[in-house]
């Protein structure tokens, strides 16, 4: 299984329509949660952060987290078409002796909004 | 403006050639890390530093070597470029504690012939 998992999609709603990306991942002790956003030919850019189980809300964009059955998922309300985009999970992966602990990233759902 | 910035912005390279393509941040963050991003395959670490002075291999280090003189500085070089390290590259830095979000600079594509 991988460390982290997203539909690669694209996934695909009409203009106005709330879309719903969903990730999961394997290390049942991840404390924090990243969504990030990558328009096509750009770098990844961070959008929300989650540390704790429920809901966080930023604009339109609502991050859920449910630590129980190890997913994390974003909601954008009235999606537009600028949001037309790839959306990567990322959590923080094994904490190395070193004290390292890299971020894994899922390799993303490609988000399509029609207007 | 606060940020990280990369150069080439792109570049195509002879295989057999070297190649350093340049990180530096202004965030003072002690954590940098290189990403390579490959179609299909996400995003793959190559190395890392953890504060300056230090730095460690990720997933895919091999041909890749680092340098971490300073906080603000950290080059990624090929030695001897091939066709296989034809990708989009990223250069990322943190706060460095642990489990911390991660912020990118623009990438440089690299195009090895």
């Known amino acids: 299984q991988k460390e982290v998992e997203q539909n690669s999609g694209p996934l695909s709603v009409p203009e106005g329509a709330i879309a719903s990306l969903n990730c999961t991942y394997s290390?049942?002790?991840?404390?924090?949660f990243f969504w990030y956003r990558q328009y096509s030919g750009k770098s990844p850019e961070l959008i929300m952060s989650?540390?704790?189980?429920g809901d966080k809300e930023d604009g339109r964009f609502t991050a859920q987290l449910n630590k129980a059955s190890q997913y994390v998922s974003l909601l954008i309300r009235d999606s537009q078409p600028s949001d037309s985009a790839t959306y990567l999970c990322?959590?923080?992966?094994?904490?190395?002796?070193?004290?390292?602990?890299?971020?894994?990233f899922g390799t993303g759902t490609r988000l399509l909004v029609s207007p | 403006i606060a940020g990280i910035t990369q150069a080439p912005t792109s570049q195509i390279l002879a295989a057999g050639r070297r190649m350093t393509l340049r990180c530096t941040q202004d965030?003072?963050?002690?954590?940098m890390y290189w990403y390579r991003q490959d179609l299909g395959l996400g995003l793959r670490l190559i190395h890392y530093?953890?504060?300056?002075?230090?730095?460690g291999k990720g997933e895919v280090p091999d041909g890749y070597s680092v340098s971490r003189a300073n906080t603000d500085d950290f080059p990624l070089t090929l030695a001897s470029a091939v066709p296989s390290q034809t990708s989009v590259y990223f250069c990322?830095?943190?706060?460095?504690?642990?489990?911390?979000?991660?912020?990118f600079g623009p990438g440089t594509r690299l195009t090895v012939l």
């Open positions: 990322a830095s943190s706060d460095g504690l642990a489990g911390s979000e991660q912020f």
């Open positions: 530093s953890n504060t300056a002075g230090t730095t």
């Open positions: 290390d049942r002790v991840s404390q924090s």
């Open positions: 989650i540390y704790s189980n």
């Open positions: 990322a959590v923080p992966g094994l904490q190395m002796n070193t004290g390292f602990q890299k971020l894994v």
């Open positions: 965030m003072r963050h002690n954590a």
